[in-house]
């Protein structure tokens, strides 16, 4: 068997292209075993292929930056879609391109004379200028009045060939279910008839995209696929929608490898998989309920939580909802009116993640609920961290961040209808020519993508990057 090292050596010399087909949520029990996807089927018996441990958490944004850049969320400083920007309680800030200063792949690739085309990687607005191309994300806010291109003359090139391009279903929360379905697949054959014109008439090195189509399909339809789901229904008309949508892909993925030919590494890879969401827990009302978190007046309808509701001269902890909790302590001489003594603060940390731990489930079942400490899951936490992760019922529960609600335990989601939540794992496969086929590989992890990528192209990987090319795990002895 060849060395990692002879492998990329061929790599580089052979000039290997590289092209990553991202696809935001693909879940691996369906993409690595549905047996009518002959193309994903085929990529798999030319490579390897798995389960890949995304990072905590499992969210969008940040990790398909994490990806990328092959850094943790704490070193990137980036714990969400909406993160902290100070310690006082003004609420969060959104999250986009500028938010990321750790050189991606691309940028990595281009220093060292390659040309990059990145198609739809959150959080890519407003689009960074790149050695090549760089095409916004779902974060756009309107593809017809803002640019969202580098260079903006692609945003005409676009146009050119699909006229109106949608980087989105905005309002996919809904319970108009067959025109959701109707809108994801118009959105994706557009994305994928741009993404064919660029790979065909664009000069490039490496090609990265995420189709963010396959998360909305399994956020609005997952109830309909999975059996063990609680709002599932025999026979429902949806019942195949999702495993249809994964055939789609398939299609798009063959004319993809026929564009990019035998001399190219391909790489499929999610940023997490996705389960069933058997509901949401009031998490700012629990905390309200247990005396940790004070208001200056009693609520008598469900809230969304704002700062200026809170009574923090007698407030501990507080919550933000999402997918998943971030949890943030009101430490003395840290926030604006902190009692939490600093002197206290991990053992403070400890009781609350006993707390968090011990809650039930609606039916006084154990949840399993997940919860990390920062320091225990990042190298380096950089800008303001969560002081607790929670993964309530291990992402089977979201976090609901109202107050004054009814009960702790709610089937209707705030932010709209919901039928699933992101998975720890989601799945990869990698082909390339210079690799004999491994088949199936356990241990995969999302930061081991990007090394693993400068690897088969004859490219030095980066001391700062925290994974390990997947290739060093076949190295043997020559």
């Not at 390897?48 to 944004?61: A, C, D, K, N, Q």
């Not at 992890?445 to 994974?467: C, E, F, S």
């Amino acid at each position: 068997m060849l060395s990692s090292g002879l492998l990329t050596a061929i790599g580089e010399e052979k000039g290997l292209r590289t092209l990553v087909i991202g696809l935001d949520c693909a879940a691996p029990e369906i993409l690595l075993k549905q047996e009518n996807l002959t193309n994903f089927r085929k990529l798999m018996r030319r490579g390897s292929y798995g389960r890949l441990e995304s990072v905590i958490p499992p969210i969008t944004v940040p990790a398909w930056m994490c990806m990328s850049t092959s850094q943790d969320p704490g070193s990137l400083g980036v714990y969400g879609f909406r993160n902290r920007t100070d310690y006082s309680y003004k609420g969060l800030g959104v999250v986009n391109s500028t938010s990321f200063t750790a050189p991606a792949i691309w940028d990595i690739l281009g220093a060292r004379g390659k040309r990059s085309i990145v198609v739809a990687v959150p959080p890519s607005y407003p689009p960074r200028k790149i050695e090549g191309i760089n095409v916004g994300c779902f974060l756009t806010p309107d593809t017809k009045v803002n640019e969202y291109t580098w260079p903006p003359s692609i945003k005409k090139e676009i146009e050119s060939v699909v006229d109106d391009y949608p980087v989105d279903v905005r309002g996919f929360r809904t319970d108009q279910k067959q025109w959701l379905h109707d809108q994801i697949y118009d959105m994706s054959r557009k994305h994928f008839t741009v993404i064919r014109h660029l790979m065909k008439t664009q000069p490039w090195d490496y090609f990265q995209f995420v189709e963010i189509g396959l998360d909305r399909m399994h956020h609005g339809f997952w109830k309909y696929h999975d059996k063990t789901h609680r709002q599932y229904e025999p026979g429902n008309e949806f019942e195949h929608a999702i495993t249809d949508y994964y055939t789609y892909l398939d299609g798009e993925l063959g004319q993809l490898l026929e564009i990019a030919g035998e001399d190219t590494n391909i790489m499929v890879v999610s940023d997490h998989g996705a389960q069933r969401l058997d509901g949401g827990f009031a998490v700012n009302e629990w905390l309200r309920r247990e005396g940790l978190l004070v208001l200056k007046e009693e609520l008598t309808q469900p809230t969304a939580f704002k700062p200026d509701l809170v009574d923090w001269s007698k407030t501990k902890v507080w919550s933000e909802g999402g997918y998943y909790a971030r949890v943030f302590f009101n430490v003395e001489g840290r926030e604006p009116q902190g009692i939490i003594p600093q002197a206290e603060y991990e053992a403070f940390q400890d009781v609350m993640k006993a707390k968090f731990e011990a809650i039930p489930d609606d039916l006084g079942q154990p949840m399993g609920t997940l919860v990390f400490k920062p320091q225990d899951v990042y190298k380096v936490r950089k800008n303001v961290v969560p002081d607790l992760i929670v993964h309530f019922g291990a992402l089977y529960w979201r976090s609901i961040g109202q107050l004054g609600t009814k009960g702790l335990y709610l089937q209707e989601n705030d932010t709209g209808p919901d039928d699933c939540n992101h998975a720890q794992f989601g799945a990869f496969i990698f082909a390339s020519p210079g690799v004999p086929p491994h088949g199936e590989v356990e241990g995969m992890r999302l930061l081991d993508i990007a090394p693993t990528l400068l690897d088969a192209m004859g490219q030095k990987i980066p001391a700062t990057m925290q994974g390990a090319s997947l290739l060093q795990k076949f190295e043997q002895p020559v």
